[in-house]
T-cell receptor
Framework: NAGVTQTPKFQVLKTGQSMTLQCAQD?????MSWYRQDPGMGLRLIHY???????DQGEVPNGYNVSRSTTEDFPLRLLSAAPSQTSVYFCASSPGPSSYEQYFGPGTRLTVT | KQEVTQIPAALSVPEGENLVLNCSFT??????LQWFRQDPGKGLTSLLL?????REQTSGRLNASLDKSSGRSTLYIAASQPGDSATYLC??????????FGTGTRLLVSP
């Protein structure tokens, strides 16, 4: 199993550009999430999904869009990038709700200039 | 709103010492607590998961305890090694998928 994979590893965008961060898992996990990590703030939940076709907002959803058309993939879209979205983005998956362990991808480091 | 605090923010010890990292949380209604390790520029590696009904979990030189009623968890590292140098994060899972993280303890173990 590759686990949770994310592409790209690094990305530089100009303000106003859009892009999609890719996340895939091969563990047949129903639950997937996106977090951002900023210095001094810990990781914060952006969006999550409890299964194909079902998504919901986390703590900091503004400026981001998600969809879940398959169990394996959970892309995160930046609609119009802003410097405040400069961060490291982590995707995570879990086999079930609540009591289950979460597995994290290696992250995407995004810089918006 | 759940808040997670980790103390100390940074810790430097000589190799071989036993050490304790602390994590506290404000809302005791949690499903579980997870300890992660993060190396610079890397992702998160899960170390230990403690369910809300458990008091502790052990893996090798690591032991994590949970006192839900007081909102505290500790991660004990025995006989520390330079390879243990990393940032250690604790995270609590409240409702559904909502994992709330602390800001981490940066550990440096010197040879």
């Amino acid at each position: 199993n590759a686990g949770v994979t994310q592409t790209p590893k690094f990305q530089v965008l100009k303000t106003g550009q859009s892009m999609t961060l890719q996340c895939a898992q091969d563990m047949n996990h129903e639950y997937m999430s996106w977090y951002r990590q900023d210095p001094g703030m810990g990781l914060r939940l952006i969006h999550y999904s409890v299964g194909a076709g079902i998504t919901d907002q986390g703590e900091v959803p503004n400026g981001y869009n998600v969809s879940r058309s398959t169990t394996e993939d959970f892309p995160l879209r930046l609609l119009s990038a802003a410097p405040s979205q400069t961060s490291v983005y982590f995707c995570a998956s879990s086999p079930g709700p609540s009591s289950y362990e979460q597995y994290f991808g290696p992250g995407t480091r995004l810089t918006v200039t | 709103k759940q808040e997670v605090t980790q103390i100390p923010a940074a810790l430097s010890v000589p190799e071989g010492e036993n050490l304790v990292l602390n994590c506290s949380f404000t809302d005791s209604a949690i499903y579980n607590l997870q300890w992660f390790r993060q190396d610079p520029g890397k992702g998160l590696t899960s170390l230990l998961l403690i369910q809300s009904s458990q008091r502790e979990q052990t893996s090798g030189r690591l032991n994590a305890s949970l006192d839900k009623s007081s909102g505290r968890s500790t991660l004990y590292i025995a006989a520390s090694q330079p390879g243990d140098s990393a940032t250690y994060l604790c995270a609590v899972k409240g409702g559904f998928q909502k994992l709330v993280f602390g800001t981490g303890t940066r550990l440096l173990v010197s040879p």
